[in-house]
């Protein structure tokens, strides 16, 4: 595998779900970033972990919950959705801080 | 703050056409610029980046130089193709301040056969 993964690609689940979405990178980056896109919406950063910090958009629900157990592995764990969550949820990578970002082909949800 | 502002879409053209996106930005310090390309079902792709004023960065046909004067930084390709219709974000960085980058709202460009 090379670049940024993430799996699935497609994912619907009922609000009643608890499910993951995961990401790997495959660069050797130091930053790790979820972003959710939503149809004529902004692209929204959601969280980033890096080795220095650990950023959180703090109009971002509890209901999603981020992982990061290495540099290379990054989960968003999802519970008790509402259908506005439904989107696109891309996962990137940096090396260092400034620099160009690294998309996955991302998860497309839905929230049935 | 930080900000980048993206001419709205769509831009329909016809194949062979001259294409130019307009980015404009507000930021502090020294930042990085970018072009970012989506197409359909994919997530995004580095198209081209400009480090400093005046760099002008270029991938695939594409160009676009970092006009500081104006704080500007619009794509420009000579002669589009069908495969070029996607949706395209231009977005900046702070090196000095976080990891963040910041996106304008994209723009749809749909090129005509």
């Known amino acids: 595998e090379t670049g940024v993964t993430q799996t699935p690609r497609h994912l619907v689940m009922g609000m009643t779900n608890k499910k993951s979405l995961k990401c790997e990178q495959h660069l050797g980056h130091n930053a790790m970033y979820w972003y959710k896109q939503s149809a004529k919406k902004p692209l929204e950063l959601m969280f980033v972990y890096s080795l220095e910090e650990r950023v959180e958009n703090n109009s971002v629900p509890s209901r999603f919950s981020p992982e990061c157990p290495n540099s290379s592995h990054l989960f968003l764990h999802l519970h008790t959705l509402q259908p506005e969550d439904s989107a696109l949820y891309l996962c990137?990578?940096?090396?260092?801080?400034?620099?160009?970002?690294?998309f996955g082909p991302g998860t497309r949800l839905t929230v049935t | 703050g930080n900000s980048v502002t993206q001419m709205e879409g769509p831009v329909t053209l016809s194949e062979e056409a001259f294409l130019t996106i307009n980015c404009t930005y507000t930021a502090t310090g020294y930042p990085s610029l970018f072009w970012y390309v989506q197409y359909p079902g994919e997530g995004l792709q580095l198209l081209l980046k400009?480090?400093?004023?005046?760099d002008k960065g270029s991938n695939k046909g594409f160009e676009a130089t970092y006009r500081k004067e104006t704080t500007s930084f619009h794509l420009e390709k000579g002669s589009v193709q069908v495969s070029d219709s996607a949706v395209y974000f231009c977005a900046l960085s702070d090196p000095g301040s976080s990891y963040k980058l910041i996106f304008g709202s994209g723009t749809r460009l749909l090129v005509r056969p």
């Open positions: 990137a990578s940096s090396q260092v801080r400034g620099s160009e970002q690294y």
């Open positions: 400009a480090t400093k004023a005046d």
